[in-house]
């Protein structure tokens, strides 16, 4: 009686090996902490090549584009007022705004950050706050977004993927318009203005 044959040992377990591999890392992102994820995805970066870390905001970014990300349905929820009904306080949902927003700007996407980051900006024109209180304490964290989205844009720039001068420009010009609102509106009910360093920022910015 013939012997059964038998499939090349070598290429059936290498197609095993990589089906395994395959799966254990996708049980490992399924099931692992946002912690660990974060921890894992750290230390990858921090001990791959330049190339590595390149590869991983280009993904970053792809992904962020195909959920559009930068989008906010409304920004009435970002803000509330507290139980003496006269100061604002933020909301849950500014945290998620805000939250979009640094993924952009993380990810090298800081002119599509600056929608979000304007939106906040003109939701605080007719709010009043407290000058030692959460509210001045988050504005303080928002200025230095701010900032930060301005650094994305510039990197943004240099490294050439921005195909249409007209978008960096109508973003700038629209951040510009809503934080010289704000300034007018404060200066009206006698506050302290929230945001120089994003002004400054932006007074210094160069096409």
Not at 99 to 128: E, N, Q
């Amino acid at each position: 009686m013939p012997a059964p044959e038998v499939a090349p040992l070598i290429h059936c377990d290498t197609v095993k090996t990589l089906g395994h591999v395959n799966l254990m890392v996708d049980t490992l992102i399924a099931n692992a902490t946002i912690d660990d994820l974060r921890a894992i995805t750290r230390n990858l970066l921090a001990t791959g090549t330049p190339s590595l870390a390149a590869a991983f905001t280009a993904a970053a970014r792809t992904r962020l584009r195909q959920t559009s990300a930068r989008r906010i349905a409304t920004t009435n929820g970002l803000f509330t007022t507290s139980h003496n009904g006269i100061h604002a306080i933020p909301t849950q949902e500014l945290d998620n705004a805000l939250a979009r927003a640094r993924s952009l700007y993380g990810a090298g996407m800081g002119f599509a950050s600056l929608g979000i980051l304007s939106s906040i900006v003109k939701a605080t024109v007719g709010l009043r706050w407290e000058e030692d209180g959460a509210m001045a304490d988050v504005l303080a964290v928002i200025d230095a977004d701010i900032s930060q989205a301005m650094q994305s844009c510039k990197e943004e720039l240099e490294g050439g993927r921005v195909s249409d001068t007209a978008v960096p420009q109508e973003a700038i010009g629209n951040l510009w318009s809503d934080i010289g609102e704000s300034a007018r509106d404060v200066e009206i009910w006698g506050g302290e203005f929230p945001f120089d360093r994003a002004s400054n920022s932006i007074e210094c910015w160069k096409f």
